[in-house]
């Protein structure tokens, strides 16, 4: 095992695998058990999934909360079981022709704060049980709508009865649950087609490799090459710097007293010592005490 690989590494997810396969088959190629993930993509879906690994891990709680970016491809006129291509189709319409005042009308309609129903084969759980495995013994859970954010939605025609779609949203949307909905407010119903992740926080697509490209460079020892550092997740975070005494003490879990901050820092706060090395992730309550929240054990005090 490589116990001292830690970092965040970009991987672009193939068609047909789960994001548990990309994470079972990236611990075998680097050597390194301890690999999370910070937001599932469908089998179906391609695209950016952020891997942490090592110490990195201890960050991805923070990093599950990123806005996400997608593009993808609406199918009108049929519902699937799933909300998407990988379903059986359970009613078909007529589809009537969408022009432009439409489309921005249901672009309008999908931005903002949405109440949406997950889809019935989702990770969601209801009363301990994930809605899929209800699903699939033919048990479909009665799942409320949650809150969720679309910041921005395009609608584009690509063919006859097929939108693209390119939406930005909080976490927690389902693309497939848009798509099945823009469908019902058009009057013919839809699944989602294709999906691809094209950003995740600070994260792009363009910039991760496939996981042939990760076997060729775990291989030849060049992985380290490929590792963003684990702050580089919560890079819009806050940050507070020690000095060194402080900082050992930091790493050791203490509770530090300082100056109250000005101004106060909300949410957790990166760490780092006065030689610019990341310690962790702390809270600062407002008369300044520290309490480390998570703290990297495999970083070294300058």
């Not at 672009?12 to 058990?33: E, F, M, N």
Request: charged share 25%.
């Amino acid at each position: 095992m490589n116990a001292g690989v830690h970092g965040i590494l970009l991987v672009d997810k193939p068609s047909g695998w789960t994001s548990h396969d990309v994470v079972a088959k990236a611990r075998r190629l680097c050597s390194q058990r301890k690999i999370g993930h910070t937001g599932t993509l469908d089998p179906m879906a391609t695209g950016l999934l952020v891997l942490c690994l090592g110490d990195a891990t201890r960050l991805v709680e923070y990093m599950t909360g990123h806005d996400k970016r997608y593009e993808g491809e609406i199918v009108l006129g049929a519902r699937t079981d799933t909300d998407d291509a990988e379903g059986t189709i359970v009613e078909s319409r007529a589809v009537r022709t969408l022009d432009e005042a439409r489309l921005r009308k249901l672009e309008a309609e999908f931005t903002g704060r949405l109440m949406q129903r997950p889809p019935a084969y989702s990770a969601v759980q209801v009363a301990g049980e994930r809605a899929y495995a209800a699903a699939r013994r033919g048990n479909q859970l009665d799942l409320p709508p949650r809150p969720v954010r679309v910041y921005d939605l395009r609608l584009t025609p690509i063919g006859e009865h097929r939108l693209r779609i390119d939406v930005a949203c909080g976490p927690g949307t389902y693309v497939r649950a848009l798509a099945r909905d823009i469908g019902e407010a058009a009057g013919c119903g839809a699944h989602l087609g294709a999906l691809r992740r094209t950003h995740a926080g600070g994260f792009a697509a363009d910039e991760a490799i496939t996981l042939d490209q990760l076997a060729t460079v775990a291989a030849a020892g060049r992985l380290a090459e490929f590792l963003r550092a684990p702050d580089e997740g919560i890079i819009a975070n806050a940050a507070a710097i020690l000095g060194q005494a402080n900082a050992g003490r930091f790493l050791h879990g203490a509770r530090l007293e300082t100056p109250p901050p000005e101004p106060p820092m909300d949410g957790p706060i990166r760490i780092y010592d006065d030689g610019g090395t990341f310690l962790g992730v702390a809270a600062i309550g407002p008369e300044g005490a520290i309490r480390a929240l998570k703290v990297l054990t495999s970083a070294q005090i300058a």
